[in-house]
């Protein structure tokens, strides 16, 4: 009976872990795009980074980390054939594989760092595919044994190909908020000019009104005193 348990509760492990990985799968010598989506706002502030798991219950080796200002999060940093970017506010990590060869099959992960800490955002199989004509056949698939694991996992098709004939991709929103902000600062900058000008103008109107005044008043006081001394 407590064997019968214990049986039962590894296959729940393994479906749960299963479940919880999804597999992307690339042809070799293109690009494949990874997306790894999380909560914007639990990991505000926060870098991420894309790690490779050293066994299956080894430690990951980081491979690319996106910069450390988070402000430039949406700036693409490259290590070698594998590049970042973080779209911070939109909450999707995107991990790019230029020239994807055999070596790249293995298990991946994306994660958030805080201190010396990190939490996975997901859990990826990454899949080679030797010949493009045949993209189902398993006995073209760099398959590694990893993958024997996740039977039944999601699978993410990429839609691989030469990085010169990628199409630009809309500005993630991070791009998007920064430029609002340059905006809003000048927008800011020129109200402040403008009043500042305005109530400068308006003072110089008050003195050439005081100024006026002043001398109306001065020469009505001579006029005055003029006729009472004739009188």
């Known amino acids: 009976m407590e064997a019968l ?12 872990r299963a479940q919880n990985t999804t597999v992307f799968q690339g ?6 795009r990874v997306f790894c989506p999380y909560n914007s706002l639990k990991h505000w502030g926060r870098r991420k980074a894309w790690c490779r798991q050293l066994g299956e219950e080894g430690l990951c080796q980081q491979v690319v980390s996106t910069h450390p200002s988070w402000l430039l999060s949406f700036l693409k940093r490259w290590n070698g ?6 779209d911070a506010l ?10 994807l060869q055999a070596h790249d099959a293995g298990l991946y992960q994306c994660q958030s760092l805080h201190g010396s800490e990190a939490d996975t ?6 899949e080679v595919l030797a010949d493009p004509l045949d993209y189902q056949d398993p006995g073209d698939l760099w398959i590694p044994e990893e ?11 990429s839609i691989s190909r ?13 791009i998007l908020f920064l430029l609002a902000c340059i905006f809003l600062s000048k927008l800011l900058a020129a109200s402040a000019l403008w009043a500042a000008a305005w109530h400068g103008q308006k003072r110089r109107r008050w003195l050439q009104t005081s100024r006026l005044d002043c001398g109306h008043d001065s020469g009505y006081q001579l006029q005055t005193l003029t006729g009472l001394r004739d009188t």
Not at 5 to 16: A, G, H, K
Not at 27 to 32: C, K, T, V
Not at 166 to 174: A, G, I, K, V
């Open 121 to 126: 955002l997901r859990k990826v199989l990454v």
């Open 27 to 32: 042809m070799a010598g293109r690009s494949l």
């Open 90 to 99: 939109g909450g999707t990590l995107t991990i790019t594989l230029r020239n």
């Open 162 to 174: 030469s990085l010169s004939d990628e199409e630009t991709p809309f500005p993630p929103t991070s």
């Open 5 to 16: 348990l214990l049986l039962i509760l590894l296959s729940v492990t393994e479906l749960s």
């Open 81 to 86: 054939s594998t590049a970042i970017t973080d």
């Open 147 to 157: 993958s024997e694991n996740f039977e039944g996992t999601q699978v993410e098709h």
